[in-house]
Structure formats: structure tokens, C-alpha cells
């Protein structure tokens, strides 16, 4: 045991959004029982990469006893890091995840029915494929584009998604809960650094964890180099339009 600066996290300003951890490049948090802790200190090296994207000010830096900081130990943590099987996952997430609250809305179905729509609407999307992981840098369509940049979510929940955001738009779609967070930043990086973006909206829900795709986009401009105007929609969990979100900082 050593005496060396690490991260403190205050349990009653955290909301378990996550934003921390996708900025933890060491893997060192995690989300237990809807709030951020600190796996282990060995993994933590103290400088504080997650200090400034904690919108609550929960996360500082502390001088006390702990294990020294060990890059061989904290890159085994990383490899042996293991998606969660899919018949645990809605179970584990549950416990540990606000975003994963079960809920179920009523629908006025026979209502809704009534309304005067056109017979067939067409579709605004312009290119394929969509999702992250499959997107080429160098797909030709980046250029001179509008980016559309949707968690993969919001289609479903808002219903005028195709007129009100895709329309004109270049769409990448992600999950960055489920999906390499790391792997996202790298690509959009590549992305916005090979072409010439004029603008990019990020549309995402408004359950905690998915904030993190917005900071994602944020943290892939700054790496870029480039300056680009970012805008950012928020959709609620009913499909209605939220007003943008107000960082606390500490």
C-alpha cells in the first residue's frame, strides 16, 4: 500500500448515468445497484479522466492508502471483461442499471387509429448500411453530410423520427451501453476527421445511460481536431421531445 491520489465517488450525488465509465479508459468503474464504484484500486491511476464528465460533481481525487496502480493487472481486467449472456442480461441490468427499468405504457389504440394519415409514407433514409460497427470511414456519403447520430432506440420510441430528424441527414445508429465505447469513439474519430461534416445532431434517449453517446460524439470531435457544430436532441421514454439537458458541475 502506497499514498497516492485516486478517485473518490460520493454514493448520494451519483445517478448511475455512466458517463464516468465510458471515460474510464482503465475499466476501473463500474455500475452496481444504480451507482458508480470503484472496482478496484489497483486499476484506477489517478488522474482523474473521469473527474470532468460526472454531471453531479459526485467524483474527486483523494490522497490515501491504496494498492499502487498496476498496468499489467488493469490490462488482464480489461481483456477478461466478458459480455454479460444474453439470458442474464435483463436480470443483471435490473439490479444494476436506472435505464433498465421495466415499465409498460397504455396506448389508446383505437384512437390513435382515427386519425387522418397518408396512406403510405415514405421512407427519408438515404444510405446503408447504419449501425456504427458497420460504417466505413471512407464511405463516400460522409462527405459535405449532415450527420444524423441516433441511439438505436429512438426510431422506436418517436414516432415522426424519419420527417423530424432523418430527413436530409446521414444516419449512424449505436447503443453506447451494450456497444465498445471505445470502439465508437475510434471510428466516429476516423469519421469526422476524413470527411468534411458540416453538422452533427445527436438524438438520444432520456434514461441515464444513454447521455453517454452524446459524450461519446463530444469526445471523437475534440480528437478529430475539427470544428463542428454539435446539436442535441432528447427523447423521452413515451416518445415525447425533452428540453436539453442541464449539467451540474462541481
Excluded at 432506440?153 to 451501453?177: E, Q, R, S, T
Aim: hydrophobic residues 40%; proline residues 6%.
Amino acid at each position: 500500500m502506497v499514498l497516492r491520489s485516486i478517485i473518490r465517488i460520493d454514493e448520494e450525488k451519483c445517478n448511475g448515468c455512466g458517463l464516468c465509465i465510458i471515460a474510464c479508459a482503465e475499466g476501473a468503474l463500474r455500475i452496481v445497484d444504480g451507482k458508480a464504484k470503484l472496482v478496484s484500486d489497483k486499476y484506477c491511476d489517478g488522474l482523474g479522466a473521469c473527474l470532468g464528465e460526472c454531471p453531479e460533481g459526485a467524483i474527486t481525487i483523494e490522497e490515501r492508502e491504496a494498492h499502487e496502480f498496476d498496468e499489467e493487472a488493469m490490462e488482464h481486467h480489461l481483456k477478461a471483461e466478458q459480455p454479460v449472456p444474453a439470458v442474464h442480461h435483463a436480470h443483471l441490468a435490473n439490479q444494476s442499471c436506472p435505464s433498465a427499468k421495466v415499465m409498460h405504457f397504455e396506448r389508446d389504440v383505437a384512437e390513435k387509429e382515427t386519425v387522418n394519415t397518408p396512406e403510405k409514407r415514405e421512407s427519408m433514409l438515404s444510405q446503408w448500411p447504419v449501425q456504427l460497427t458497420l460504417l466505413s470511414p471512407n464511405a463516400p456519403f460522409f462527405e459535405d453530410a449532415d450527420l444524423l447520430i441516433a441511439a438505436d432506440c429512438v426510431p422506436f420510441a418517436y414516432a415522426n423520427f424519419h420527417n423530424d430528424f432523418l430527413k436530409g441527414k446521414i444516419l449512424v445508429v449505436g447503443c453506447p451501453k451494450l456497444d465498445n465505447a471505445t470502439f465508437y469513439k475510434e471510428k466516429l474519430t476516423e469519421i469526422f476527421k476524413r470527411s468534411n461534416i458540416r453538422g452533427v445532431t445527436v438524438v438520444n434517449m432520456e434514461v441515464p445511460c444513454c447521455f453517454g453517446l452524446h459524450h461519446l460524439v463530444k469526445e471523437a470531435l475534440n480528437s478529430s481536431g475539427k470544428v463542428i457544430p454539435l446539436r442535441q436532441e432528447i427523447i423521452g421514454i413515451k416518445g415525447d421531445k425533452k428540453p436539453p439537458r442541464q449539467h451540474r458541475h462541481p
